[in-house]
């Protein structure tokens, strides 16, 4: 029965600000104050195209929260534009020139509140994370929050800046992969008495980077046009040699990719966020040409890097998978718990934890933490799956029937060929 580990694609966007402060812990209103009362003005900025199935989902995410809804339409022929208005926000058509700041500078223009809120139509506001929010936005030297945003799917979490004060000089940069960062690192070093804080726990939840959507040929096309132009016009920048780097090892052309990744860490002054993503794919770069000794030195150099520990996930995850591949299965089990570590909610990092402490022949610790992934994601097939193995080996064969036909469900469930598979396999051994 096979065991998969989990490893981190790609990572397609992060901040590089500079942390000057981080707000760990919720705000506590007092009596006079509704949770669910706006304290501040806020602007919610979106620009949109053919979002009619997503829109909905994300604008009743910020209701309650926001002042007003901003949208910039940039060529829907669907019923986006309706369905924007009919939650009340205010929409401006946007001639569409493959230039994403451009676009989201629109929306920035119409904004009236004291903050702005930047979400795209498949992200969605966690709610718990409003009232840390709120409590950011009412002091007085906050300039920017970067937010945690959570991937669908086996992505790492990535910090964006996408919270910040509603200031003219602050505006959006890069024409894909756009932010905000260039402008606010210029504020910061004239005006050094203002804070980018970075709130504690998941602020925004993403859909857009699953693999059906990335797999989107359209999709693909437009981000290599559109940062192919930007590079000739800037060859040596460091941070769009990373995402075009990474775009083109993602589509399996490693040569290309390779040399821009290596040419951004050959660019003066590179910021450590873009230096952690550069290590980290030429890491996965390196590991698809099995050359492990290459890719371990990448994987450490992204660790070692000035960022949050969120935004290390990937590479410590990916990492503890390299180690395992090789035997190397102490050092796997320090990837995998440093991983778990920082976020005890990472539910590949505790089911590839259990393969590794399965492995090393500790059949309780490994069932613990294959339980922890099912717990986090019941929809875990292969956790399922080797929770079953586990369970079949210490005896508790009632139980593991349980979790083999769980995970035969789920297979199933996911179209699968593993279901069918895993089933015959039971047959044969009489347990089913």
């Known amino acids: 029965m ?3 580990l989990k ?3 790609p990572i397609h966007s992060s901040t590089h600000l500079p942390l000057r402060h981080s707000i760990t812990s919720p705000f506590i209103y007092s009596s006079t104050h509704s949770p669910i009362t706006p304290l501040m003005n806020l602007s919610l900025c979106m620009i949109v195209r053919d979002e009619e199935a997503l829109l909905p989902r994300c604008l009743k995410s910020v209701h ?11 060529g829907s022929t669907d019923g986006t534009v309706d369905i924007a208005r009919a939650f009340g926000a205010r929409v401006y058509s946007f001639d569409w020139c493959d230039d994403f700041s451009a676009a989201r500078n629109e929306s920035l223009k119409y904004a009236r509140g004291e903050w702005i809120l930047v979400l795209d139509a498949d992200e969605v506001l966690v709610p718990e994370i409003v009232p840390t929010l709120k409590q950011a936005m009412q002091k007085q030297d906050v300039l920017v929050m970067t937010l945690l945003r959570q991937e669908v799917g086996n992505h790492p979490p990535s910090l964006i800046s996408r919270a910040f004060r509603n200031r003219s000089d602050i505006r959006f940069t ?5 932010l905000v960062d260039d402008s606010i690192t210029t504020i910061l070093n004239q005006e050094p008495h203002w804070q980018v804080v970075e709130l504690a726990g998941v602020a925004i939840r993403h859909g857009g980077y699953g ?3 990335i797999a989107q040929r359209r999709k693909l096309d437009r981000a290599r046009t559109i940062m192919e132009r930007y590079l000739d016009a800037n060859p040596h920048d460091s941070y769009i040699c990373n995402k075009l780097g990474a775009l083109y090892i993602d589509c399996g052309n490693l040569p ?13 002054q590179v910021e450590p966020p873009v230096l952690y993503e550069l290590h980290y794919h030429l890491a996965s770069a390196y590991r698809q040409l099995n050359q492990p000794t290459q890719a371990k030195y990448h994987y450490q150099r992204a660790t070692e890097q000035p960022i949050s520990a969120h935004s290390k996930l990937g590479a410590y995850n990916n990492w503890g998978s390299l180690l395992q591949e090789q035997g190397n299965l102490p050092g796997a089990k320090a990837c995998f718990q440093q991983a778990v570590e920082i976020d005890p909610n990472f539910a590949p990092g505790h089911f590839n934890l259990g393969l590794t402490l399965k492995a090393m022949g500790d059949l309780e610790g490994a069932i613990a933490h294959y339980q922890q992934a099912i717990q986090l994601n019941p929809s875990y097939a292969d956790a399922y799956q080797n929770l079953g193995v586990a369970l079949l080996k210490q005896g508790q064969v009632m139980a593991s029937v349980h979790a083999f036909r769980q995970a035969i469900a789920l297979h199933k469930q996911h179209g699968s060929p593993e279901g069918e598979r895993l089933e015959q396999t039971l047959r044969e051994m009489r347990l089913l």
Do not use: C, N
């Open 7 to 9: 490893a981190y694609p």
């Open 174 to 178: 890069r024409p894909y992969h756009e």
């Open 256 to 268: 290309d990719g390779m040399e821009l990744l290596q040419r951004g860490l050959q660019s003066s």
């Open 64 to 74: 309650g929260f926001v002042d007003e809804i901003v949208v910039v339409d940039t």
């Open 211 to 213: 693999a059906a959507a």
């Open 2 to 4: 096979k065991q998969k």
